[in-house]
């Protein structure tokens, strides 16, 4: 018999993404060791900085894994079998994604011969965003079958609904900084060490300061995941906005005042997309929903 403490409708969505980020960094720590960096201080900080890029990953697929668990759950209620659907969904989340590697990879290599590597390696960040969502849309359905459908309307307390709503801002938002990195650095110069490193460091801040905004300023309905991924995918969208007119200012600008200007408005842009889809929200629901 599944612990009364399953039927809480956090407990699933936080046991899936603890399982995932558990197994996950026992992946990746296997494959440090099998593939160890070269020794010195290069390679210690090459080693950190290799930690810091799984954490900005695993937070997109920890986040998208909370926004589905939780709309599901909004839906059927928490899973009767919450055990069972949590085992099911991990098993099929990682599973599933092995497989869409494996099926990518082999993809690639039949049009290496036509498609320059290149080119086809320009398209493996929008695919890795695109297995992020299809394996855990497909996973989580399966999953919560399984488990059953729970008592209905769920209700979120406040503090569930900061917690989550951290959590998805945090995740998504550095995930998909760190994706928008990669697939720059496939067109431009970004592959330089010392700029990749700089730019994972400015995902991870950007995130922990999104997650923070909605820790402070969480929804007032459902599990307050929904309104964080907006937010969360807006943040990017201000930030390339705000740095258009840069390129057109840079030449008149010093280096020290365009560095002070670019850094106000990478940790700007958060606070503004959070403010915004808060007050966007609170003018739908102006009423706290318990």
């Not at 890795?128 to 919560?144: P, R």
């Not at 991924?229 to 007119?245: D, E, F, G, K, N």
Request: include cysteine.
């Amino acid at each position: 018999m599944d612990h009364p403490a399953s039927r809480s409708p956090v407990w699933f969505p936080l046991a899936l993404g603890a399982c995932v980020l558990v197994l996950t960094a026992a992946f990746f720590l296997v494959a440090q060791i099998e593939h160890p960096l070269p020794e010195g201080a290069d390679g210690a900080a090459s080693q950190v900085y290799a930690w810091l890029e799984w954490l900005c990953g695993i937070g997109l697929l920890i986040g998208v894994n909370l926004v589905l668990a939780s709309a599901i759950i909004a839906r059927r209620g928490p899973p009767q079998r919450a055990w069972a659907a949590l085992l099911v969904a991990v098993a099929l989340v990682f599973g599933l994604g092995y497989l869409w590697s494996i099926a990518v990879m082999q993809s690639m290599q039949a049009l290496s011969d036509s498609v320059s590597t290149v080119t086809l390696y320009r398209w493996v960040p929008p695919l890795n965003a695109v297995k992020v969502v299809v394996t855990s849309s497909i996973g989580l359905a399966i999953a919560f079958v399984v488990g059953g459908r729970g008592p209905t309307p769920v209700v979120w307390s406040g503090g569930q609904r900061r917690l989550i709503g951290a959590l998805v801002a945090f995740g998504v938002c550095a995930g998909v900084l760190l994706l928008l990195q990669h697939s720059l650095s496939r067109f431009t110069a970004l592959d330089d060490n010392a700029q990749r490193h700089g730019m994972t460091l400015a995902a991870l801040g950007i995130g922990f300061l999104h997650g923070l905004c909605w820790a402070l300023l969480p929804a007032r309905r459902g599990a307050g995941a929904m309104p964080a991924l907006i937010s969360a995918l807006l943040t990017p969208l201000l930030i390339v906005l705000s740095t258009l007119p840069l390129l057109l200012l840079g030449d008149k600008l010093g280096l020290a005042e365009l560095l002070v200007i670019v850094l106000l408005l990478l940790f700007a842009a958060p606070v503004l997309a959070s403010l915004l889809v808060v007050w966007l929200h609170r003018r739908r629901y102006p009423a706290a929903q318990a």
